[in-house]
């Protein structure tokens, strides 16, 4: 099999593009359809201050690094769960990316704001770690977005994770969520940031590939929450899918995405009145859990900055807005 730019042998095969490249010229594709997608759905426009989600897993690592490589000064931000080891092996490889690509990392403790990590938060609020984890994280990357002037966040959600959540909001007609399956959703005023998916239309394993021939270090480990998730069920089906008619995950979120394009707008949401964050309730998710569990109301973050030291590891910087 040979690479069907250069003629040499390939290293990859797409099925979905009918086609198969060599390393540099994967490498090559992958990059230049990131950078369609930004374009073409206007992800990050002239002047706008990317932030990206890091997790230092694979996706996350790869896409703040093609930014960077692409010419966006993008910026990194983590959020620290207090997972044992698992979470101190993956703020280090965000920070090793940080140095890599010398830029600046927000690292946000959910062990630090509430003096809980995860689990006894999700034992006391009995919510499922995941949805626990899924409304910090939402909270703090906004949070971070805004008070530190960046325009739009954008995190590493691939093709097969879109693909399988879409899957899940069909199955149980979680119309709520489904309105929100967008490459990219505009902010709201100065509280809500622009979020975007530059590899909404990138597989998991091209992105995995990438990784690889790249030689990024990321953290190979699923977050233990993760296991037996319903999602990873989605995945296998539709994977399953895709081996016998290949491009099919892509067709699917494309056909969402048009029909999604062509409904009605929909209402915008109100205010929370402790924080200001938009929510369609009169507190926010967020402030909720405050209220409920207790926390460090300065709303802390560390920075880590390559190219100048900040701060010493471990001292937190109160934000003002709080």
């Keep these: ?83 044992a080891e698992y979470s101190q092996t993956s703020y280090l490889k965000a920070r090793a990316m940080a140095d890599e690509l010398n830029r600046r990392l927000f690292r946000f403790s959910i062990p630090k704001v509430f003096g809980k990590e995860v689990a006894e938060l999700s034992r006391i609020t009995r919510r499922p ?22 325009s739009v966040l954008l995190t590493g959600h691939n093709l097969d994770d879109e693909a399988s959540a879409l899957l899940g909001n069909i199955l149980y007609w979680k119309e709520e969520y489904l309105w929100k399956k967008d490459v990219v959703l505009e902010g709201q005023g100065s509280s809500l940031a622009k979020k975007a998916k530059p590899f909404f239309l990138c597989s998991e394993r091209e992105v995995a590939a990438y990784a690889l021939l790249k030689g990024i270090d990321y953290v190979y480990e699923e977050c ?26 892509i067709m699917f979120l494309k056909g969402y995405l048009k029909r999604l394009r062509s409904e009605p707008k929909r209402e915008q949401a109100t205010s929370c009145i402790a ?38 590891p471990g001292e937190t910087r109160p934000d003002n807005h709080a």
């Design 275 to 312: 924080c200001g964050y938009p929510t369609y309730t009169e507190k926010c998710n967020f402030c909720s859990l405050m209220d409920r569990v207790g926390g460090d109301q300065r709303f802390a973050v560390d920075t880590y900055d390559p190219a100048e030291t900040r701060m010493e």
């Design 224 to 249: 233990p929450y993760a296991v037996g998730a319903r999602t990873l069920v989605y995945k296998n089906v539709l994977n399953q899918i895709e081996e016998m008619s290949p491009a099919t995950k």
């Design 129 to 150: 770690p995941c949805s626990l984890c899924g409304t910090v994280k939402r909270y703090a990357m906004n949070r971070v977005c805004v008070t530190e002037g960046y």
């Design 1 to 83: 099999m040979k690479c069907r730019v250069c003629g040499k042998p390939a290293s990859l095969s797409l099925r979905a593009y009918n086609t198969a490249l060599c390393a540099d010229d994967f490498i090559a594709f992958l990059e230049k359809r990131v950078l369609q997608t930004i374009r073409r759905y206007k992800l990050i426009n002239t002047g706008e201050r990317p932030l990206v989600a890091v997790s230092g897993g694979k996706d996350s690592l790869a896409l703040w690094t093609i930014l960077n490589r692409l010419g966006f000064a993008a910026d990194g931000m983590y959020i620290d769960l207090g997972i």
